[in-house]
């Protein structure tokens, strides 16, 4: 079992800045590939982006490609999503993952609360 908090949304202004943090517990966090996901009101959850288990490897969805960036730091348990550039249409609720796989097609096993990202114009 790993239990996931995600931190650090708000409220930002179009071409802002936030970063997401994602704080592991349980058993060891390097086991575990991590992602992030996000939910705006009324549609359906999508992928945002992914990290390997040393970080090693990343991958993006392409709405987020150049403004998003993943990473991780291991020895703190923690993941991150860097959202620079931000537009109205990346508010939604976004939630990380945990899973053992990585890959494209992975059903994540364990799963955030979740962090209301809100962006005006």
């Known amino acids: 079992q790993v239990q996931l908090v995600e931190s650090g949304g708000g409220l930002v202004q179009a071409g802002g800045s936030l970063r997401l943090s994602c704080a592991a517990s349980?058993?060891?966090?390097?086991?575990?590939?991590m992602g992030w996901f996000r939910q705006a009101l009324g549609k359906e959850r999508e992928f945002v982006a992914a990290?390997?288990?040393?970080?090693?490897?990343?991958y993006y969805a392409d709405f987020v490609k150049g403004r998003f960036t993943i990473s991780r730091d291991n020895a703190k348990n923690t993941v991150y999503l860097q959202m620079n550039s931000l537009k109205p249409e990346d508010t939604a609720v976004y939630y990380c993952?945990?899973?053992?796989?990585?890959?494209?097609?992975?059903?994540?096993?364990?799963w955030g609360q979740g962090t209301q990202v809100t962006v005006s114009s």
């Open positions: 993952a945990a899973d053992e796989d990585y890959g494209l097609t992975v059903e994540y096993d364990y």
């Open positions: 349980g058993r060891t966090f390097s086991r575990y590939a």
């Open positions: 990290i390997s288990w040393r970080g090693r490897r990343t």
